[in-house]
């Protein structure tokens, strides 16, 4: 399809690396965004453009989305707060379409996981609630989360697949799914968007 304009939120961290990795593979225009830009070990040029901004100031996000842009992130919870303050920022900016990384088994995918994900809310302590509200926030802007489960590195799944809610499978900590297989899915939803304000559920196979 033709390259699109897209933003990588958390470039510099490896899920947000695998995100820009694959947006470049694919061929569209990428612009990743980490506070220390030089932190992504990437080369300059063929398609790819660094930029800084910290979520904790909106007004630098704002600066580096534009407006046709689809936005995707890799953000992590290494601070309670985070994720918030990086889905208003991101909403504010208003971007065409917001592509979320969130976990399995939290806010709107708990039931479905069962019991078992109670143990991540004990994992997460105070940072569970923030990353609730972050998936709240993008949902009702029309975006899309994606829910996954314990991250890891390694090659694509070849045999991935996205769910909705309807298919969850149950909740297992001990299972996991690589960077790469979930930046591929959320690839797949910038190109052909199937769950816009929606939870979808990056799977192995």
């Not at 612009?31 to 930029?51: E, F, S, Y």
């Not at 989305?65 to 309670?80: E, F, K, M, N, P």
């Not at 504010?92 to 996981?113: F, K, M």
Request: proline letters at 6%.
């Amino acid at each position: 399809m033709k390259g699109m304009n897209l933003t990588v939120l958390a470039a510099s961290g490896r899920t947000g690396l695998e995100l820009t990795r694959e947006a470049l593979r694919r061929g569209h225009t990428v612009t990743a965004v980490a506070r220390d830009p030089a932190r992504i070990p990437l080369p300059d040029g063929g398609g790819l453009r660094k930029a800084t901004a910290d979520v904790a100031d909106p007004a630098s996000v704002a600066a580096v989305i534009g407006a046709g842009s689809v936005v995707l992130s890799g953000l992590g919870t290494d601070r309670a707060g985070t994720l918030l303050a990086g889905a208003e920022a991101v909403i504010a900016a208003g971007p065409a379409r917001i592509i979320w990384l969130g976990a399995y088994g939290t806010g709107p995918s708990a039931e479905a996981a069962g019991e078992a994900a109670g143990v991540l809310g004990k994992v997460l302590g105070d940072r569970l609630a923030d990353k609730v509200a972050a998936d709240t926030a993008v949902l009702a802007a029309g975006g899309t989360v994606f829910h996954a489960g314990m991250l890891t590195d390694g090659p694509e799944s070849p045999d991935r697949r996205t769910a909705g809610l309807a298919e969850a499978p149950p909740f297992d900590l001990g299972a996991k799914i690589t960077r790469a297989t979930v930046a591929a899915a959320m690839l797949d939803e910038a190109e052909h968007p199937r769950f816009a304000g929606a939870v979808a559920l990056p799977l192995a196979g």
